[in-house]
């Protein structure tokens, strides 16, 4: 069966996904389009660039994820260094080394440029991002002409990084222009689940389902009212926000809702074996279920009639 899919952000939840992505697999549903945002953009590009489930895999099983909190120049200053990475970098952690580590991802399959991947004149890879100068969604590789650049030789590996960008954790993408700089963020802030991305017509070409995770009580619900938990909550109702209360009820029957087992934090880079193996098969799992109860019959009479 074919099928578009969408996947919600979730930093480093999103190895959930992969699991997700197994189940539909062996299942037999061909993924035409994918899109994604933050963690969802990784793995939607991966997929379009032509990754099996077991390829991913092999990668999770090699990612060191420590390795996304390199610190920008000033960070490892002592004492004040993280301090001054806020205000002159505008981030703790340097977010070129997304970029740095899908491309080299991307390169075993000969894959650089969006232009790549492209299919009868249509690109079925997007990816959502945040201008936070324009105060604009983007839609990527589209949108990229509004930078005066052609949307086929914007870097895949650069426009993820710009959707994964958590404000404040990572560092902003810069795009210069003639008398100022955008600066480009997780696409979380605008649209975290952009489940609406492919629905530029009445009826939908294909089935289009998403996939996310379930979202956790946060530290102010929990009675954690210092104020590092405030901000943290600030932060992240702003990039995790319940998108599903724009969604008509009957659209709810379209979307995989995959759980954290072990309520992780989507900046808990410093994962466990057991835990990377958790949200892998969490993922795979929810999947599995949903796929078990779809009926094409059903989804064409509800949302392609």
């Not at 078990?292 to 059903?298: D, G, I, P, T, W």
């Given at each position: 069966?074919?099928?578009?899919?969408?996947?919600?952000?979730?930093g480093?939840?999103?190895?959930g996904?992969?699991?997700?992505?197994?189940?539909?697999?062996?299942?037999?549903?061909?993924?035409?389009r994918?899109?994604?945002?933050?963690a969802?953009?990784?793995i939607?590009?991966?997929?379009?660039a032509?990754?099996?489930?077991?390829?991913?895999?092999?990668?999770?099983?090699?990612?060191?994820?420590?390795?996304f909190l390199?610190?920008?120049?000033?960070?490892?200053?002592?004492i004040?260094?993280?301090?001054?990475?806020?205000?002159?970098?505008?981030?703790?952690?340097?977010?070129?080394?997304?970029s740095?580590?899908?491309?080299?991802?991307?390169?075993?399959?000969?894959?650089?440029?969006?232009?790549?991947?492209y299919?009868?004149?249509?690109?079925?890879?997007?990816?959502?991002?945040?201008?936070?100068?324009?105060?604009?969604?983007?839609?990527?590789?589209?949108d990229?002409?509004?930078?005066?650049?052609?949307?086929?030789?914007?870097?895949?590996?650069?426009a993820?990084?710009?959707?994964?960008?958590?404000?404040f954790?990572?560092?902003?993408?810069?795009?210069?222009?003639?008398?100022?700089?955008?600066?480009?963020?997780?696409?979380?802030?605008?649209?975290?689940f952009?489940?609406?991305?492919f629905e530029?017509?009445?009826?939908?070409?294909?089935?289009?389902?998403g996939?996310?995770?379930?979202?956790?009580?946060?530290?102010?619900?929990?009675?954690k009212?210092?104020?590092?938990?405030?901000?943290?909550?600030l932060i992240?109702?702003?990039?995790?926000?319940d998108?599903?209360?724009?969604?008509?009820?009957k659209?709810?029957?379209?979307?995989?809702?995959i759980?954290?087992p072990?309520?992780?934090?989507?900046?808990d880079?410093?994962?466990s074996?057991?835990?990377?193996?958790?949200l892998?098969?969490?993922?795979?799992?929810?999947?599995?279920?949903?796929l078990a109860e779809f009926r094409?019959?059903?989804?064409?009479?509800?949302?392609?009639?």
């Amino acid at each position: 069966m074919r099928v578009d899919l969408v996947f919600e952000g979730g930093g480093v939840l999103g190895i959930g996904f992969v699991g997700a992505y197994e189940a539909f697999y062996e299942n037999k549903f061909q993924i035409i389009r994918a899109a994604g945002t933050s963690a969802g953009s990784v793995i939607a590009a991966l997929i379009c660039a032509g990754f099996t489930p077991q390829e991913l895999r092999e990668e999770l099983e090699n990612t060191d994820f420590t390795m996304f909190l390199k610190s920008p120049p000033f960070g490892n200053i002592p004492i004040i260094g993280k301090v001054l990475s806020l205000i002159f970098s505008k981030g703790l952690y340097d977010g070129n080394i997304i970029s740095t580590w899908i491309d080299s991802i991307l390169k075993k399959k000969g894959i650089r440029v969006f232009g790549d991947l492209y299919i009868n004149g249509e690109c079925p890879l997007k990816v959502v991002a945040a201008d936070i100068t324009n105060r604009k969604l983007l839609i990527l590789p589209d949108d990229i002409r509004f930078y005066g650049k052609d949307p086929k030789n914007l870097a895949i590996c650069k426009a993820v990084q710009m959707s994964c960008t958590i404000p404040f954790f990572f560092t902003p993408v810069r795009i210069l222009n003639d008398d100022y700089v955008s600066y480009i963020v997780d696409g979380g802030l605008i649209s975290t689940f952009p489940i609406w991305i492919f629905e530029k017509t009445a009826k939908p070409l294909r089935p289009v389902i998403g996939v996310k995770i379930k979202d956790d009580e946060s530290f102010t619900k929990q009675g954690k009212n210092n104020v590092l938990s405030y901000a943290y909550d600030l932060i992240t109702a702003a990039i995790n926000k319940d998108e599903l209360t724009y969604v008509s009820s009957k659209d709810l029957v379209r979307i995989i809702t995959i759980d954290n087992p072990d309520h992780l934090k989507s900046t808990d880079f410093k994962l466990s074996k057991k835990q990377i193996e958790n949200l892998y098969y969490s993922g795979y799992l929810a999947t599995n279920k949903y796929l078990a109860e779809f009926r094409l019959n059903k989804y064409i009479k509800e949302f392609m009639l």
